[in-house]
């Protein structure tokens, strides 16, 4: 059996927002989406982290649950870990650094400590992820201080304007971002446009493991990228299988070029590029004479030594590129991915056969087909990874079909 995690989730919390994204709908839609475990998101939030302590009782090996008259009523039960995204700005080597990294705490205990160190150094109290004038390097420091389980792992580590190897702010390496203490980050996170393969063509990242996760601004967002681990996860056996593999199975990716920075342009003067055009033009927009964006797929070609890739490093997992169903039933439907009909069918499809994962991935096609022809038939391409694929750029998702126009 393969369980799936989602450890990088954001709560944005505010008296405008709380209501649509609760603990409560978190574990409602983590069922819907098959996941076993997900992160809390935002703990060092004063509201949000009342919340945690509110709702949430420990389970089990620092992992946490809502308290059963909660799970009772909303029919829905999840493991949740404590987790942050921190945002860290600040200037090393005459270059502005813009750094997103992912930090887990295995109690409230911890959670506390590292709450109120932060709070000393810059502002908490703001909806979204802290933002720090902190070293990156510093950072990591605080959080192995907090505990001798805690840490860090650097946030969709290509995107251009806040990742540790972003084009616009990143460094050339983990081993320049985070210097004597390097050695206690063991995982990276790909983020949404870029998969496993992209990463392997830089042989210095051959030592972390990969995780994916959906970066989820909203509860239906979440799976849509995903972590699998072979064993049932908690804090601990997640934090050994990152750390040795033992038991970690792989990755639920986007399709890279669904990632809204996989490749170059301006979406203000509708420019789209691939690397090879880009690099003719000498990274100018031939629209507006600025500097284009230079996205993950030039990215991580400035920084690969492999041209092909004969065998993946001995860290990487199974690698599953898979399509949300909400996006499939949008493209079936010809209606708009919020529109309340694709939500009726979503719904339905949950309700028929358990959760999306199971549909994504192992629910037999044929008993997809009685429910839909067309479905069924999407469904077997994704499996074969026959798509079609038009890629994101300067903050534009891009989208990935499974049908021409003329087949629907």
Not at 29 to 41: E, P, Q, R, V
Not at 230 to 247: M, V
Not at 286 to 310: A, F
Request: charged share 25%; with cysteine.
């Amino acid at each position: 059996m393969l369980y799936y995690t989602d450890l990088h989730i954001h709560s944005k919390y505010s008296r405008a927002t709380s209501k649509n994204c609760t603990l409560e709908e978190l574990a409602i839609w983590a069922k819907k989406k098959g996941l076993n475990l997900i992160s809390t998101g935002d703990f060092t939030h004063p509201a949000w982290f009342d919340e945690i302590k509110e709702k949430l009782i420990p389970a089990d090996n620092g992992t946490f649950r809502l308290k059963p008259e909660i799970e009772k009523t909303i029919n829905a039960s999840v493991k949740f870990i404590l987790s942050v995204e921190i945002s860290t700005i600040y200037k090393k080597w005459e270059k502005t650094r813009k750094v997103h990294q992912i930090v887990f705490v295995p109690d409230i205990q911890t959670a506390e400590k590292f709450r109120t160190k932060l709070a000393s150094i810059g502002n908490i109290k703001s909806d979204g992820r802290p933002i720090l004038g902190l070293d990156s390097r510093n950072l990591l420091e605080i959080t192995l201080e907090s505990n001798e389980h805690s840490y860090i792992i650097p946030a969709h580590i290509w995107t251009p304007w806040f990742s540790v190897l972003g084009s616009k702010s990143g460094f050339d390496s983990i081993e320049e971002c985070y210097d004597d203490l390097s050695e206690h980050i063991f995982a990276l996170e790909t983020g949404l446009s870029s998969d496993p393969e992209m990463n392997w063509h830089v042989s210095k990242l051959d030592k972390f493991r990969l995780v994916s996760n959906s970066d989820a601004h909203s509860p239906s967002k979440l799976a849509r990228e995903a972590t699998v681990f072979s064993r049932e996860p908690d804090y601990f056996s997640i934090k050994h299988a990152l750390k040795t593999g033992d038991g970690y199975d792989g990755t639920v990716e986007f399709f890279p070029e669904e990632g809204k920075y996989h490749e170059d342009g301006h979406r203000k003067c509708s420019i789209h590029l691939t690397p090879e055009e880009t690099k003719k033009l000498n990274g100018i927009c031939p629209v507006c004479g600025k500097p284009l964006t230079i996205g993950v797929l030039y990215r991580v070609n400035e920084l690969s030594d492999r041209d092909k890739i004969i065998t993946p490093p001995e860290t990487s997992g199974k690698v599953y590129s898979l399509v949300p169903l909400q996006e499939i039933l949008s493209e079936i439907m010809q209606k708009g991915i919020t529109s309340k009909s694709v939500a009726r069918e979503y719904e339905n499809l949950i309700n028929t056969f358990g959760s999306e994962l199971a549909i994504l991935q192992s629910i037999p096609i044929d008993e997809i087909t009685k429910h839909s022809t067309l479905l069924g038939e999407g469904i077997s391409r994704l499996r074969q990874g026959k798509v079609i694929k038009q890629a994101g750029y300067d903050g534009e998702y891009g989208r990935i079909k499974l049908f021409e126009t003329n087949e629907y």
